[in-house]
């Protein structure tokens, strides 16, 4: 299993950013899939889990009506569209199955 996590960047509160997820290694359209994140200090937190068809989405309150996450089985990727950043929103993020985790992308907001 191989997942490999982009689109991190350094941006200012109230921006927007896109990460992707590519996958390899396993089935990845019968999968659900999962987004993960961790602060500097703190737990890992989970910010959003989608079926494996990607009709299903579920979201942590904390990123509710701001992030959305979707996948594309034709391309084994799966994505985060992050809107409205918050600085509590500076995390390393990762993509995940449910054994598997990626080495994640960094997203700061200033």
């Known amino acids: 299993v191989q997942l490999v996590e982009s689109g991190g960047d350094s941006v200012q509160a109230g921006g927007s950013l896109r990460l992707s997820c590519a996958a390899s290694?396993?089935?990845?359209?019968?999968?659900?899939m999962t987004w993960f994140r961790q602060a500097p200090g703190k737990e890992l937190e989970w910010v959003s889990t989608?079926?494996?068809?990607?009709?299903?989405?579920t979201y942590a309150d904390s990123v509710k009506g701001r992030f959305t996450i979707s996948r594309d089985n034709t391309k084994d990727t799966l994505y985060l569209q992050l809107n409205s950043l918050k600085t509590e929103d500076t995390a390393m993020y990762y993509c995940?199955?449910?054994?598997?985790r990626g080495q994640g992308t960094q997203v700061t907001v200033s």
């Open positions: 989608i079926s494996s068809a990607g009709d299903l989405t």
């Open positions: 290694g396993f089935i990845f359209r019968i999968s659900a």
């Open positions: 995940s199955t449910a054994n598997s």
